[in-house]
């Protein structure tokens, strides 16, 4: 049996199952990149705000309250992008 998360932990971040905070940068980036090139079709524009979903849940899995942070930002800056292009 586990023992109970720690306050303010969530409970996948414990362990193996943990996320790479490093690697989610690095995928948010590649997306950033991705709008930035220009225009995209409704269906790429779907698969990137699917991937950006997919991406932002699992930020609250990472420990490290600054990366964390950072990743938020990243998460908040592509949100944005996302909203203002058509």
Do not use: N
């Not at 049996?1 to 932990?9: D, F, K, T, V, W």
């Not at 698969?47 to 420990?63: F, Q, S, T």
């Amino acid at each position: 049996m586990r023992p109970p998360p720690a306050a303010g932990i969530h409970p996948r971040a414990r362990g193996g199952e943990a996320p790479d905070a490093e690697s989610l940068s690095r995928d948010l980036q590649r997306i950033a990149e991705r709008l930035a090139k220009g225009s995209l079709t409704s269906t790429e524009r779907s698969y990137v705000k699917d991937r950006v979903g997919l991406l932002a849940a699992r930020c609250p899995w990472v420990e490290d309250a600054q990366q964390r942070a950072f990743l938020e930002q990243q998460l908040s800056a592509l949100w944005q992008q996302l909203e203002a292009t058509p």
